[in-house]
């Protein structure tokens, strides 16, 4: 029963699209309308700044943490709280509230690990920054972080609990990127000034 409850709250906290509250509390444009058309960070850093985009970071990892967190009270373990991990990616991607448009998932994923393996989000988090340092592209960032999950989650340790769900996480994050891989290929792809 604590499993159900995990999922369906996952999936709620998951909806929320912090993107669009905090341009609504900061009168930015709607994100989903401007820019990119995409509800999260890096689109709202360039219609708001590094501030809104801080705010929509912080608080799309922490849906995902909040959520892990919430399954670890209701004594949900192993594979199963991989799967609410997954479940608040979904809603995040699919949000109830917002017409099942969101974002794509990623600060919400390693929000998400940091409750399932704290140090493996330690490791995405420095390679998120590195990436995004190296090569200015967020997307590029996005994809290979993706990509490290489910192979950190492995090392770690966490082969047989938490790397299927973390690897369905990264396909879902891949599948969303993959008009930015398309730009990728054609050098239309924009960069991140800092």
Known sequence: MGFIISLVIAYLLGSISCGIIVSKM????????????????????????????????????????????????????????????????????????????????????????????????????ATWIIVLLIFRYASVAALITAIAAPIYMSIGGYFLSYTFPVLLITILIIWKHWENICRLRKGTEGKIKF
């Open 26 to 125: 900061l009168n930015l444009p709607d994100p989903r309308q401007k820019g990119s058309g995409n509800p999260g960070a890096t689109n709202v850093l360039r219609l708001g700044g590094k501030q809104a985009a801080a705010y929509v970071l912080i608080g799309d990892a922490l849906k995902g943490l909040i959520a892990v967190l919430i399954a670890r009270l209701l004594h949900v373990h192993g594979i199963a709280l991989g799967f609410v991990a997954f479940v608040a990616v979904i809603g995040h991607i699919f949000p109830v509230y917002f017409k099942f448009k969101g974002g794509k998932g990623v600060a919400t994923a390693i929000g998400a690990i940091l409750g399932l393996a704290p140090w493996v989000a330690v490791f995405l988090i």
